[in-house]
């Protein structure tokens, strides 16, 4: 069966220091990949999106890769703020739009 | 732009009655709507997909005649919970894509339902 893969233990950080937040995926061919960030009770805010074809994406101070060969993206958070900390989730997508998420890392980042 | 609300963002309700969620797309017609939902310290599972205009597709192991499902336009979706159980207690969830080239699902804030 399909599974999505994330880091499950909190990954603590200093303030301006680069986060890397890691998504595997088995038994899974996604056409894209999409990141989110979910703060408690909140639903997940859309972050970035990447497709199968794309290497890397930018985003302010975000950057996604995707390697389709090792079935992992990663996610990395640079010049980390307090204001970051929260749980980022990976979901990859089919070609119908549908995603599965995987459970989220929680990241924690201190002054 | 694209922004998603839930009414109402909570709701406790006792067991027996029945519960309607709404979705809409504020600024986007959403051809598109999922609902998802999520247990304390666990990710977002699937439960359906709506189409507006036509039947939504359930997520194996959901029960479509206990979670009805209604996408009537392209900025509202409703999620009832009938004959809602204390195990119905949950954090619901949806997401709208306004389809085309666009893949990006934005999400709702959420729904916190009790049931007592």
């Known amino acids: 069966s399909q599974k999505i893969e994330q880091n499950s233990e909190a990954l603590n950080i200093q303030e301006g220091k680069t986060a890397t937040l890691t998504c595997n995926y088995t038994?899974?061919?996604?056409?894209?990949l999409q990141w989110y960030r979910q703060d408690p009770g909140r639903g997940p805010v859309f972050l970035l999106l990447?497709?199968?074809?794309?290497k890397e994406k930018r985003k302010e101070r975000l950057k996604v890769t995707f390697d389709t060969t090792l079935k992992q993206s990663l996610f990395h958070i640079t010049a980390s703020q307090p204001a970051d900390s929260a749980t980022y989730l990976c979901?990859?997508?089919?070609?119908?739009?549908?995603?599965?998420f995987g459970a989220g890392t929680q990241v924690v980042v201190t002054p | 732009g694209a922004v998603v609300s839930q009414h109402p963002s909570w709701v406790i309700c006792k067991s027996g009655t029945s519960v309607k969620i709404e979705c809409r797309s504020l600024?986007?017609?959403?051809?598109?709507m999922f609902w998802y939902r999520q247990f304390p310290k666990q990710s977002l599972m699937l439960m359906a997909t709506?189409?507006?205009?036509?039947?939504?597709?359930?997520e194996q192991g959901v029960e479509k005649d206990k979670f009805l499902i209604n996408h009537a336009s392209l900025t509202l979706s409703t999620l009832t919970v009938t004959s809602a159980h204390p195990e119905d207690s949950s954090f619901y969830i949806c997401?709208?894509?306004?389809?085309?080239?666009?893949?990006?699902?934005?999400f709702g804030p959420g729904t916190r339902l009790t049931v007592l």
């Open positions: 997401s709208a894509r306004e389809g085309g080239t666009t893949d990006t699902q934005y």
């Open positions: 038994n899974y061919s996604p056409a894209y």
């Open positions: 990447i497709r199968e074809n794309e």
């Open positions: 979901a990859p997508s089919d070609s119908w739009g549908k995603l599965q």
């Open positions: 600024d986007f017609q959403a051809t598109t």
């Open positions: 709506s189409n507006e205009g036509s039947k939504a597709t359930y």
